[in-house]
């Protein structure tokens, strides 16, 4: 098994395995020693295999959902990106960039990690390589470690979600939507943001105080998405997945049929950042 590359900065560490699909496989608060993903160097198994089932592998860390998550139009589940190996571009202490070339559909796939502190800033870029446009779906797919009280915290404007594993139903928010205690044991919740909403943040906070929070900017990424697994497909502890897209929701046919998806134009590369603030105490605003 290949040594993770570690990313430190003064206030928080990070760990990434490039040959796994550049899995951000730890995340941690320096100061709480809170860690959010995983054990960096975990034994995460074989090595999956292009068209692998996601589930069939290491479902801990943090993978990137491209150029779909369900599969569709002969695209793999979840996607082609984190069952492949990435090359390393750019390596420092504190900044990682990687790329991967895609297989199903023509495109190159860049992100550059960047630690600064107490944040992790998460920089990309998609390229199309063909001769005409594609579309793409995005999603960021981490798996962050939570305990059973920990909370979800939207912005006050959001008073429902859809609960897209039941036939959109609406739920309203929070009223204990925004914690994984209500998921009954061994299954799992899939919440969207209504499509013609826009946030720029999501949080979670641990009832001692620790937090995670994520920021994006809703000009490149319009849509988000909430996984609750409570030991649905994952291991034990549950996780919680913050999930901004640019898509809805998780088919890429389906998106590119309602018009909610990301094109790629040959020549004019998309990009996109989000942002990872770690800390404890209040919760920044």
Known sequence: ????????????????????????????????????????????GPAPSYGDIFTAAARTGWDEMLPTIDPCSGLPDHGEVWALPWDVVDRSDSVLTTEVTGRALPYRFTRRLEI?????????????????????????????????????????????????????????????????????????????????????????????????????????????GLWFSNGAHEPPPPRIAIEPTNAFYDSRDLAAESGRVQRVVPGMPVNWTVEIALGTGALPR
Not at 7 to 34: N, Y
Request: charged share 30%; hydrophobic share 45%; with cysteine.
């Open 1 to 44: 098994m290949r040594a993770p590359i570690r990313l430190v900065g003064k206030d928080i560490e990070a760990a990434v395995r490039p040959e796994r699909g550049a899995k951000i496989v730890s995340l941690r608060h320096v100061a709480s020693e809170r860690e959010w993903l995983g054990e960096p160097d975990a034994d995460m």
């Open 116 to 224: 600064g502190e107490a944040r992790l800033r998460a920089s990309y870029q998609v390229e199309c390589l063909a001769a005409q446009p594609i579309d793409v779906l995005w999603a960021a797919h981490p798996l962050f470690l939570v305990h059973g009280e920990t909370r979800v915290v939207l912005p006050a404007q959001v008073t429902e979600m859809l609960d897209v594993l039941n036939a959109e139903a609406v739920v309203a928010w929070p009223d204990g939507a925004d914690r994984i205690d209500d998921v009954q044991p061994n299954s799992g919740r899939k919440l969207y943001l209504p499509p013609d909403q826009r946030i720029d943040c999501a949080a979670l906070v641990d009832p001692g105080g620790d937090w995670l929070q994520m920021r994006w900017d809703t000009r490149e990424l319009r849509y988000l």
